[in-house]
């Protein structure tokens, strides 16, 4: 079992060994087809790619923080990561067919609308 670190952060590699995760394979992207059933991502990861993931069998961890927005977009310590409360969360993603929506209308057959493909077509 590989476990995959997918960050550009140095301080979220920091924060990831201080959690007790010491043999990572850290990635700054992730190439989904070197994932390997029981392995584990942990990071921040596109929808399309945490289903890929999570399709393959392996597991996902999402590193969730509540950043205030004085703090976003510069680089975080991992000490600041833990004064935020960073935390992994498991989450199986998985695709569903383009045309379902909740409450069992398809995108094509909105009530009074053109079919999908025409109406975003010429806006």
């Not at 969360?89 to 999908?116: C, I, K, W």
Request: aromatic content about 4%.
């Amino acid at each position: 079992m590989t476990t995959w670190l997918v960050t550009r952060h140095p301080g979220a590699l920091a924060w990831l060994q201080s959690q007790g995760f010491r043999e990572v394979r850290h990635v700054p992207h992730l190439d989904p087809k070197l994932v390997k059933p029981d392995d584990a991502v942990v990071g921040t990861l596109p929808l399309h790619l945490a289903a890929e993931v999570c399709g393959k069998g392996a597991r996902f961890l999402g590193l969730s923080i509540d950043v205030p927005a004085e703090l976003r977009g510069r680089e975080l310590t991992s000490d600041e990561l833990v004064q935020l409360g960073a935390r992994l969360e498991q989450y199986e993603v998985q695709t569903a067919p383009a045309n379902e929506r909740p409450g069992g209308a398809g995108l094509d057959e909105s009530p009074g609308s053109q079919d999908a493909t025409s109406r975003w077509s010429d806006e």
